[in-house]
Nanobody
Framework: VQFVESGGGLVQPGDSLTLSCAVS????????MGWFRQAPGKERESVAT????????NYADSVRGRFTISRDNEKNVVYLQMNDLKPEDTAVYYC??????WGQGTQVTVSS
């Protein structure tokens, strides 16, 4: 079981990024999936989750309306579309599934 996160980078406030989580070892349709993030000096926090059926998606208050979680069942990939990025979104972003070790994450830096 493995996650490989990608898509991070250095962007300016207001820009957009799409993060990808390539999953191996299980099907993304078999478990709730999500994204967490950890900013320097802060605890890791949940950003977005998607249910097994895909119909229920939950977001942290700080990103609701700006971020969208989705998945490609055929490619076995989970995405996080991030719009209108803010400096406070700067963090390492991690793919999540209960019971699976964290991957290496992908760094998102929002700075002018």
């Amino acid at each position: 079981v493995q996650f490989v996160e990608s898509g991070g980078g250095l962007v300016q406030p207001g820009d957009s990024l799409t993060l990808s989580c390539a999953v191996s070892g299980f099907a993304v349709t078999d478990y709730p999936m999500g994204w967490f993030r950890q900013a320097p000096g802060k605890e890791r926090e949940s950003v977005a989750t998607i249910s097994v059926g895909g119909g229920v998606r939950n977001y942290a208050d700080s990103v609701r309306g700006r971020f969208t979680i989705s998945r490609d069942n055929e490619k076995n990939v989970v995405y996080l579309q991030m719009n209108d990025l803010k400096p406070e979104d700067t963090a390492v972003y991690y793919c999540w599934r209960s019971g699976v070790n964290w991957g290496q994450g992908t760094q998102v830096t929002v700075s002018s």
